[in-house]
């Protein structure tokens, strides 16, 4: 089996950081795409980044130049800096990782969130 343990969320004033931590662990043989997903109150989950084995990132649109995702394979662990963070920020920010176990398969799995809330 394999799970994935998010941490690092918190409350912040506007303007402020947090960073998020991702570790997965489990008979993991090794593991693709990793990403942060959010899902605000009332509204779907919508993909935040995305970072590829490779080390390349892809951003939302909202999060641009003030997010950074990075990843540290030996730990199998992935991040999310958020900097000049904003209300529209506040959600349950959840961690996916595309999975190759060391059966061989090949499979998404997620976190159970981590709530992050921008408020003053």
């Known amino acids: 089996q394999v799970q994935l343990v998010e941490s690092g969320g918190g409350l912040v004033q506007p303007g402020g950081s947090l960073r998020l931590s991702c570790a997965a662990s489990?008979?993991?043989?090794?593991?693709?795409?990793m990403g942060w997903y959010r899902q605000a109150p009332g509204k779907q989950r919508e993909l935040v980044a995305i970072?590829?084995?490779?080390?390349?990132?892809n951003y939302a649109d909202s999060v641009k130049d003030r997010f950074t995702i990075t990843r540290d394979d030996a730990k199998n662990t992935v991040y999310l800096q958020m900097n000049s963070l904003k209300p529209e920020d506040t959600a349950v920010y959840y961690c996916?990782?595309?999975?190759?176990?060391?059966?061989?398969?090949?499979?998404?799995?997620w976190g159970k969130g981590t709530l992050v809330t921008v408020s003053s």
């Open positions: 996916n990782g595309q999975v190759v176990t060391r059966e061989f398969y090949h499979r998404a799995y």
């Open positions: 489990g008979s993991i043989f090794s593991i693709n795409d």
């Open positions: 970072i590829t084995s490779g080390g390349s990132a």
